[in-house]
Structures are given as C-alpha cells and as structure tokens.
C-alpha cells in the first residue's frame, strides 16, 4: 500500500471513530432525555433579590430549559446568601447560579464545576451613597456604618472589603442585611452611610432605587456569575444542559429573558477564569461558619 493510501485509509479510520462518537452521544442523550421524567434537578439561584423577584427573572428560564432539554427542574434558592452557600457547600444543588468565589472556593471540594457565565461582562463591585450625600471620597467612610449583603458575597462585600482594607487603610462598621435590594434600600433611608452593591444588581433596581444613589467607588473586574453544575450529573447531563441554555440564550426571546439576570451574552465557563480570585487575598475576609 502506498503511502498516499495509507493516509487515506487513516483519514477514513478518524472520519469513522468521529461519527461513531456523535452517534453514541445523540443515543445517550436520548437516552438521559427519555429518563428525564424520572428525576427533577432543583436549579438554585444566589439570593441576589428577594425571592419573588428571582422568580421572575428565573422561572420563565427554567421553563424554556425543560421544553429544551427533556428534563424537569425545580427552582430554588435561600432566605439569604449565608443559608444558601451553606446548602451549597453541601453539594444539595444540582444546577446553580452563583457568586464567583463560590467556584474557586468549591474547587477545593470538586463537587461542582463552571459551565456557563456572562461572557460580554465581568463582575464590578461598587459603593453607593445616597445623592445627597455629603461623602465625596473613600476615605471619608472610615470608621462609619457600610451595608452589605453578606459577609462571602464576592462583588458586593469581599472585593470591597478587601479594597477598604489593603487600598485605603480604613476600617469600616459592616452590617450584612441579606440582599443586594435591601444594601440600596438602607442606604436610601440612612440607616447606613454607604453600601455595597455590583453595577448589575443596581442595574436592576426601580428607577426611584437608581435615581436616590450615587455610585462613590468601583473595585476592579472579575469574572462575572458562573452557572455551576454538580458532578454528580453525567458528562451527557451536563452538555444537555449547557447546550440548551446556550440555545435558548440564543433566540430573541430568549436573550430578553437572561438580559433581566441581567446576563449579556451567555458563554463557555470553566475553572481557569476563576483561579485569579485566589491571588486576591480574599480567604483572610471569609466567614466559615
């Protein structure tokens, strides 16, 4: 045989094993899909919001997710960030929606990994004050009372926390109120003097919200919101998955449902895009309990 046959022969060889690899993941997936009504995966969200807002924002996402994968979800969440990481750790999810610390810092245990995230815009932590505040500079913060969701909440809290601390030199009083609504809502009525927040979820705040604070100060950018999945999930169930998100984020209506995440363009994830979070120093900042 010459050699011009031979690689012929290899080409048709290589041609053949990848047609037979497609064809086994369409018979597996078929195969998942026709199973699918044996089993709801909960799909749980980072309570950003109230839980009637992630309703929302989410429900009609999980709705198209089932008519597009086969598979049945349950949506869930927590009463707060603390209680929902908590659940997290614990690997109780099997699809979530989460802060991007969460993927580093669950790496440790590798029980979930990155599948997708918002891929035209990365995470800013941002500190608002009311608009008629007379504070017009960080510095003039220290010592004073500053809102924020939770103690771990990446944008909202550590990388702020982080800046305060290591950029400015000032300590602050935190006071964690749960949610990145109720960070604006404190700040407008003066319990505080400042609050942390990220530009997505003030993006997402009633004009009367936006138009009664001023943005003081932005961190630096990070990789934005991962949806994670559990391993436990096969390698078939989790490209079901990830491919029917990116199919639906795809259509216009579609793309009009996760713009009120608010998710830009919906992309590939994986590991590698969060590992720059471990350089921070933010571990130092963490509650564990």
């Known amino acids: 045989m010459s050699s011009t046959q031979m690689f012929k022969a290899q080409l048709k060889q290589s041609f ?3 047609i037979l690899q497609f064809m086994a993941f369409v018979v597996f997936a078929e195969i998942e899909k026709s199973f699918a009504g044996e089993k709801v995966y909960s799909f749980a969200v980072i309570p950003q ?13 999980i709705q198209q997710l089932e008519q597009a994968s086969g598979y049945s979800f349950r949506f869930t969440t927590a009463r707060n960030i603390p209680e929902f990481e908590k659940k997290y750790f614990a690997g109780e999810y099997d699809v979530a929606y989460v802060n ?7 790496n440790m245990h590798q029980t979930y990994i990155p599948i997708l995230k918002d ?57 964690y109120v749960q949610s990145h609504s109720s ?40 990789a934005s919101h991962p949806i994670m999945i ?5 390698h078939v169930q989790q ?17 009009n449902l996760f713009l009120q995440i608010p998710v830009n363009k919906l992309g590939d994830a994986n590991i590698e895009d969060y590992l720059p979070l ?6 130092d900042l963490r509650e564990t309990k």
């Open 100 to 106: 991007p610390y969460l993927a580093v810092a669950n």
């Open 239 to 255: 490209q079901i998955i990830k491919n029917s998100l990116i199919e639906i984020s795809k259509y216009p209506n579609g793309k």
């Open 49 to 61: 919001f109230h839980r009637q807002r992630l309703q929302e924002i989410w429900l009609p996402i």
């Open 119 to 175: 891929v035209a815009r990365e995470l800013q932590g941002i500190i608002v004050v009311p608009i008629s505040s007379p504070i017009q500079t960080v510095a003039q913060l220290k010592n004073q009372r500053i809102a924020f969701p939770a103690p771990n909440a990446l944008g909202a809290s550590l990388l702020i926390r982080s800046d305060l601390k290591n950029s400015f030199k000032i300590n602050v009083e935190p006071v």
């Open 16 to 18: 053949c094993f990848i």
């Open 183 to 222: 960070v604006y809502l404190n700040v407008i009525v003066g319990t505080v003097a400042a609050g942390g927040g990220v530009q997505k979820t003030l993006s997402q705040q009633s004009q009367a919200i936006r138009q009664n604070l001023r943005i003081l100060y932005s961190t630096r950018t990070v």
């Open 230 to 234: 559990h391993k436990r999930l096969s």
């Open 278 to 283: 471990l350089e921070l120093g933010l571990e």
